[in-house]
């Protein structure tokens, strides 16, 4: 079974939210990647996604885009990503990780050759922001032969009959963007999240998680019993801008402890 699949199967059992931290490859470096990786995998994580970097901001708020930059800037490379990802998930076997892509990286480097190297590296899964449900036909059948999952997202202002031909052509799960615009942390979520949320449970069976702006125990809390899982990134990858104040280490235990804090809030 996909790792995903498996993770929210357990997850159901148990009755939890998954917590899903986004983390940037190559931000500062794939050494501070990997120390970031299992901070947050020791911290709680149970999925993590991981953003291929890319210069043109798709629904990037300016802190992951920042991340972004920083990691071009240091000359991270697809191959080395993909080298980068079959190390480590050789070494956390059956941990579900999703890669957070542009479709143009993909496009790019061919949908064949690109889908075979996630299953090669160890994906479970792509999360194709830029990627428009009616042209995403060609992507899910190479996914589907590779054992990977498709991940669409559906916003607020997403009409509702697309967003159940989203739900309806989606795996995995559902990425469920909170607020309207980019990403980043927010001080509070949208009240009418709740109802749209309720909705959006009487068209899919998936697990149906919630991003963007998620940066508070207290946005944890809202979310328990409606959403299936958490996804937080800016909050976590804006600690890595205090490096060169503070050590790769400091920072590492730095979003380890907002990880944990989160995490705890699922309880």
């Known amino acids: 079974m996909n790792a995903i699949d498996q993770l929210f199967k357990d997850l159901r059992t148990a009755r939890r939210m998954a917590f899903m931290p986004f983390l940037t490859a190559g931000d500062p470096d794939l050494a501070g990647t990997e120390a970031l990786l299992n901070e947050v995998v020791a911290r709680g994580a149970d999925l993590i996604e991981l953003g291929f970097p890319y210069s043109d901001p798709i629904a990037d708020g300016p802190v992951v885009q920042a991340s972004y930059t920083r990691a071009l800037a240091k000359g991270v490379k697809l191959d080395a990503i993909f080298e980068f990802v079959r190390t480590w998930t050789k070494a956390n076997a059956g941990f579900p990780l999703a890669a957070m892509v542009s479709y143009s990286i993909i496009h790019r480097a061919g949908l064949p050759r690109f889908v075979e190297r996630a299953r090669m590296a160890g994906f479970s899964g792509l999360i194709v922001p830029d990627l428009p449900v009616e042209e995403s036909q060609p992507l899910a059948d ?28 989606s795996t995995g799960f559902i990425y469920y963007v909170s607020v309207t615009g980019i990403t980043g942390a927010r001080d509070q979520l949208p009240p009418e999240l709740r109802g749209q949320l309720a909705w959006l449970r009487t068209q ?15 946005h944890v809390r809202m979310l328990k019993n409606l959403a299936d899982g958490i996804i937080v990134g800016s909050a976590l990858v804006r600690k890595l801008e205090n490096l060169g104040k503070q050590t790769l280490p400091q920072v590492v235990a730095e979003v380890g402890e907002l990880a944990a804090t989160l995490k705890k809030a699922m309880d």
């Open 204 to 218: 899919t069976d998936l697990p149906i998680c919630v991003g963007f702006g998620i940066s508070k125990p207290e």
């Open 142 to 169: 190479l996914a589907a032969k590779n054992e990977l999952k498709l991940i669409q997202l559906i916003t607020p202002t997403t009409p509702r009959d697309r967003a159940a031909q989203i739900a309806k052509a």
